[in-house]
């Protein structure tokens, strides 16, 4: 009997890290992949930023239609959108001189939301185009689902919903006033406001207060800007910017906080929500796009109004104070991890996928 021959699927992978992850987008694609491979009915390619020898990023699609010139032979593609900007006009490639390609768009969240201006116009069309010329979008989290659906509600998408590895709970000792960010440091995390409302607070309110911000530092202006803020306000004492730590010295600084603080502006899911949770932190943070989903004021956190550094800095001061509200949250924050999704959840789904997508 003549053995089956594996479809052949092409990554496109030239910017991020799938192999070495540390966003949650990444973790998400990287297990996504190769839960695939685990399948071990698909024969994967990788075009990581290993083979992009330095190329320009605009001229990445022309250096990839060269040096993947058997793409023909391939049954599906797959991209992260946070590429359309340089990859769009090849989508419509393929689209055209390979009708019968599958190409499959990762999506996370919309760029356009955290852009203003003519930059968000040009960012919306974009985004609007690449989903459209694709041959399925997935989408790991409900909030981006259904924002695909108002801007594009003729196309196809696959929600792969988000799943967590379930251990249990280890609750933290809860160091009275001791806050925890968690999270690659630039603009879009927000830390400017956080920054700001402790400089806010009074020398009585901030006695005892200190920040840990665990994450990567290598957005350097960014940083600068963060540390002149900690300058202005003497904050030196107060927080500490810690940078990118391993996955045993994450714990220990989970192990010991009192809440998590996310300011953040734009999440497509916050995956580091539920992991701040699994310790029993009650999590503190704006109330905009997919973070009400996860955080339920009152319940396992507090949301602030958005933007808000006054009432950034009241939600702090009130869960600092209160430590019955506190353990009220705690108690809740528990309750979301254990009710969150398993990755067993997860598997089955992506397994239905290789099968019913890529298979069939």
Same mark, same amino acid.
């Given at each position: ?14 910017? #991020? ?7 949650? #987008? ?14 071990? %009915?698909? !024969? ?30 391939? !049954? ?30 990762? $999506? $996370? $969240? *919309? ?9 968000? %116009?040009? %960012? ?20 981006? $689902? ?12 696959? *929600? ?29 995390? /927000?830390?400017? &406001? ?13 006695? #005892? ?7 990567? =530092?290598? %957005? ?22 810690? /940078? ?9 600084? &989970?192990?010991? @906080?009192?809440?998590?603080? *996310?300011?953040?502006?734009?999440? /497509? ?6 992991? @701040? ?12 796009? @997919? ?6 004021? !009152?319940?396992? /956190? ?26 009220? =949250? ?9 009710? @969150? ?5 997860? !598997? ?13």
């Amino acid at each position: 009997m003549k053995k089956k021959k594996k479809k052949k699927v092409l990554v496109l992978y030239p910017s #991020g890290n799938y192999l070495y992850p540390t966003t949650g #987008g990444e973790l998400y694609d990287s297990y996504l992949f190769k839960r695939i491979l685990f399948s071990g %009915q698909i !024969d994967m390619s990788f075009f990581t930023k290993d083979h992009t020898r330095r190329i320009n990023k605009w001229l990445l699609p022309a250096y990839i239609l060269w040096s993947c010139r058997r793409i023909g032979s391939y !049954d599906a593609v797959f991209l992260n959108s946070g590429w359309f900007a340089q990859s769009i006009w090849l989508l419509y490639f393929f689209r055209i001189f390979y009708p019968k390609l599958k190409v499959y768009v990762i $999506h $996370h $969240h *919309f760029r356009y939301q955290e852009m203003s201006g003519i930059k968000r %116009q040009l %960012q919306y069309m974009l985004e609007w185009l690449g989903l459209g010329v694709s041959f399925a979008i997935i989408t790991p989290n409900p909030y981006t $689902h259904s924002l695909i659906k108002q801007m594009r509600p003729d196309s196809r998408t696959v *929600f792969l919903e988000m799943a967590f590895k379930k251990n249990v709970p280890t609750c933290s000792c809860y160091v009275l006033k001791q806050l925890l960010f968690v999270g690659t440091v630039y603009q879009r995390k /927000g830390l400017l &406001y956080l920054l700001e409302a402790i400089g806010q607070m009074s020398e009585k309110e901030r006695s #005892g207060i200190h920040l840990d911000i665990v994450g990567d =530092l290598s %957005q350097k202006k960014y940083y600068k800007c963060l540390l002149s803020l900690v300058h202005l306000y003497g904050l030196e004492d107060i927080v500490t910017f810690v /940078g990118r730590i391993s996955d045993e010295e994450l714990r220990s600084y &989970y192990s010991r @906080a009192y809440c998590f603080v *996310f300011p953040s502006l734009l999440e /497509g899911y916050g995956m580091v929500l539920i992991e @701040a949770m699994s310790y029993g932190l009650p999590v503190i943070a704006f109330d905009n796009s @997919a973070i009400p989903f996860t955080v339920k004021n !009152d319940r396992n /956190g507090i949301l602030v109004r958005n933007k808000s550094i006054l009432d950034l800095k009241k939600a702090i001061l009130k869960l600092c104070v209160d430590t019955d509200y506190h353990r009220k =949250l705690c108690d809740g924050a528990l309750d979301t991890y254990r009710n @969150a999704r398993s990755l067993s959840d997860l !598997d089955i789904d992506i397994e239905n996928f290789v099968i019913k997508e890529l298979i069939n």
